[in-house]
């Protein structure tokens, strides 16, 4: 069977027609990435490290990326402040808890002039059900999206005592 010129050519042809379809679907089928038009709302995606208590939440679309830091977590109040890679101009966010669906927007201070560094206190989590609502306003586009609060806590295997 090895000896068959054909099928030694077919084996080493047939690989290298598969990854060029690969691509070549790929580039011909894909969205291709746009920039925000203003005026427009924007979805903001959760990074995976929102759902752990990690203190960090990064949220993004495309280009578009925050990040929030939880500051301080007490029983009544919680401090966050957030670093955008680009100006804002203005971000508001709320807490939710599962019981209701909406709850009053409290606009972050922006802390330097370069407008993409912000901080705001919000009452406390009330459970781990609890959600964060962002909107966000940067170059006339508004970007808005919500994650769970989970991150708020800020725990290491350091931080667990030995059993």
């Known amino acids: 069977m090895f000896k068959n010129k054909h099928f030694i050519v077919a084996l080493i042809v047939a690989p290298i027609l598969a990854i060029i379809a690969y691509f070549g679907i790929d580039i011909a ?4 990435p746009q ?9 903001l995606v959760s990074k995976s490290n ?5 203190g960090l939440c990064d949220m993004e679309n495309g280009d578009f990326k925050i990040q929030f830091r939880s500051d301080a977590l007490t029983t009544e ?8 890679v680009i100006p804002l101009q203005g971000i508001k966010v709320s807490l939710v808890d599962h019981e209701q669906d909406q709850g009053s927007p409290i606009a972050m201070t922006a802390t ?3 407008a993409q560094q912000w901080q705001v206190e919000l009452p406390a989590p009330q459970s781990q059900e609890s959600w964060l609502r962002v909107a966000v306003q940067a170059n006339d586009s508004v970007y808005y999206g919500d994650t769970q609060t989970v991150f708020v806590v800020y725990e290491t295997l350091l931080d667990q005592e030995d059993e």
């Open 29 to 32: 089928l894909s969205e291709k």
């Open 77 to 84: 109040q919680l401090a966050l402040s957030l670093k955008a």
């Open 112 to 114: 330097d002039s370069s």
């Open 50 to 54: 929102c759902r752990y208590t990690s």
């Open 35 to 43: 920039a925000a038009k203003k005026g427009e709302t924007y979805k």
